[in-house]
């Protein structure tokens, strides 16, 4: 495809919102900590070794081989899990027998914590072999449980006990007012379309762009995020790639309807949720800032994701986060690496105590594939959206 279709494509994406709010939102709140604790913190708290075996390396795991392939460098996404790291403990359980030697070259620079991430990652590909072929939960469990070991031997747990979400910060009181309907619209489709019920033509999720499928439902940037993170996830059913059949049940349950390419974000909390993830909005504290919130999220295995939008403009948009590094001068602004239709890019944040709505985006890599005329060019306003483990 020229570059003229596909900013013609991108345009029908991103140009074209239905007015009006998905969330209701207290104008006279305002965003504060010491608030009451969060599903997601109850949860980290009640067991943090079982939530690192169970819901955060896998991701990390599965998220740093995304990011390799994109040629970016997934070391900082274990900053959180290095901190915690007991280089004593671990080599006395080596030394014992208890943990087997890791058959590949260690992952971080020769470092015994390279060591203990190399059998993290072997056994993350075991887990991710068995869920692929289908065998019985009995048998993931065992993968499940050599990570257990992994996090007894190698994880300092009064480190883990502190690195879970920031305990003096609650919810934010304030909910944005964003668009009805994400991503803009297409003509009206006929029922059914060819790839309604094709479970065997297959995409890889983090190369999605605009004009790839023929279904029925097309929940857009909402479906690509959404998916792509799910697989990172290791949620039941999605593997690295989505199949036409995939794509279109899965945009149905984000409030897609026919003819429209559009999801909905409010659908995305049942989704979740189904799968024991709460959503909550990353925000900017005294104590904590909304970059700072968000990458913690990320470095803790949660899915995160940026969405784009400005209450006064009908152009929206929203991508999964990959990577977030902190301004080393000021933690309220951080670079954003996400996944924009197909592609790794960056976009800068700038938070703001001001901003309940949210903080600002600028420099979008990649605005330049947009229309004249979006503030995708150039600047808006955006919000870190987090789904973290809430249940079992």
């Not at 003229?4 to 239905?18: G, H, I, M």
């Not at 409030?255 to 390419?261: F, K, M, V």
């Not at 944040?349 to 901003?355: H, K, N, V």
Request: glycine share 10%; proline share 8%; net charge negative.
């Amino acid at each position: 495809m020229d570059s003229t279709s596909v900013n013609s494509q991108l345009f029908v994406v991103v140009s074209l919102f239905a007015v009006g709010a998905c969330g209701q939102t207290d104008n006279g709140g305002a965003s504060v900590e010491n608030g009451p604790t969060t599903p997601s913190r109850e949860f980290y708290e009640s067991d943090p070794a079982h939530y690192w075996a169970q819901y955060g390396l896998p991701p990390l795991v599965r998220q740093s081989r995304d990011l390799e392939e994109a040629g970016l460098d997934p070391e900082s996404l274990f900053d959180t899990v290095a901190e915690a790291f007991d280089e004593g403990s671990f080599a006395a359980a080596v030394e014992s027998g208890s943990l087997p030697s890791p058959e590949a070259e260690p992952t971080a620079n020769g470092a015994a914590f390279g060591v203990w991430r190399a059998l993290v990652e072997q056994t993350v590909a075991v887990l991710d072999e068995l869920r692929a072929a289908n065998v019985d939960e009995g048998q993931q469990a065992e993968a499940f449980g050599q990570l257990r070991v992994l996090v007894d031997e190698g994880l300092n747990p009064a480190i883990l006990a502190s690195v879970g979400p920031n305990p003096n910060k609650g919810e934010s009181e304030t909910t944005p007012i964003l668009p009805a309907t994400w991503c803009g619209f297409d003509p009206a489709a006929t029922e059914p379309r060819p790839g309604d019920a094709d479970p065997t033509t297959k995409w890889p999720w983090r190369k999605i762009t605009p004009d790839l499928w023929d279904t029925t439902y097309d929940a857009a940037c909402v479906g690509v995020a959404t998916g792509a993170c799910a697989a990172k996830l290791g949620l039941p059913g999605f593997g690295p790639e989505a199949s036409c059949e995939q794509w279109n049940d899965l945009s149905k349950r984000l409030g897609a309807t026919p003819g429209e390419d559009a999801g909905s974000v409010p659908e995305m909390w049942p989704f979740f949720a189904g799968h024991g993830y709460c959503g909550e909005y990353a925000f900017d504290g005294p104590r904590e800032s909304a970059c700072e919130q968000a990458q913690k999220a990320t470095q803790r295995g949660c899915d995160v994701f940026l969405l784009y939008f400005d209450p006064n403009s009908p152009i929206g948009h929203m991508e999964m986060v990959d990577l977030i590094n902190l301004d080393p001068a000021d933690d309220t602004s951080c670079t954003v690496h996400t996944l924009s239709w197909g592609e790794s890019h960056s976009v800068q944040y700038d938070g703001s105590f001001l901003d309940t709505d949210g903080g600002r985006f600028s420099k979008k890599e990649d605005g330049n594939r947009y229309p004249a005329g979006s503030n995708l060019r150039t600047t808006g306003t955006a919000k870190f959206l987090m789904f973290c483990p809430c249940k079992q």
